[in-house]
């Protein structure tokens, strides 16, 4: 399994949660910082957040900071998303994916998953 895949997709009401998960193997993510960004119809793919290899640093866009919970388990070699007070904009398709040579920061985008929907009606 070369590229992630993702999961836990689907059409939340303003208000609620959603999780999406992430996995690959572990030669795509062992060691290396992961995360997940979204685009939605009409604009470009934008950073969501990003965890390093250790789980010990996080980083999120502003427009998700004190909502979204970026989460790792490398033992099953996923990734988690967990998603809470989801506003209409948060609509998109989410991308995992991992840095190219960090373990920190995810700067340099590598190996992209095929996405999962996420809808937020109301």
């Known amino acids: 399994q070369v590229q992630p895949v993702e999961s836990g997709g689907g059409v939340v009401q303003a208000g609620g949660s959603l999780r999406l998960s992430c996995t690959a193997s572990?030669?795509?993510?062992?060691?290396?910082?992961v995360g997940w960004f979204r685009q939605a119809p009409g604009k470009e793919r934008e950073f969501v957040a990003s965890i390093a290899w250790d789980g010990a640093k996080a980083f999120y866009a502003d427009s998700v900071k004190g909502r979204f919970t970026i989460s790792r388990d490398n033992a099953k070699t996923t990734v988690y998303l967990q998603m809470d007070k989801m506003r209409s904009e948060d609509a998109a398709v989410y991308y995992c994916t991992k840095d190219r040579f960090s373990a920190v920061a995810l700067t340099t985008p590598h190996y992209w998953g095929q996405g999962t929907q996420v809808t937020v009606s109301g």
């Open positions: 572990a030669y795509i993510f062992d060691s290396y910082a």
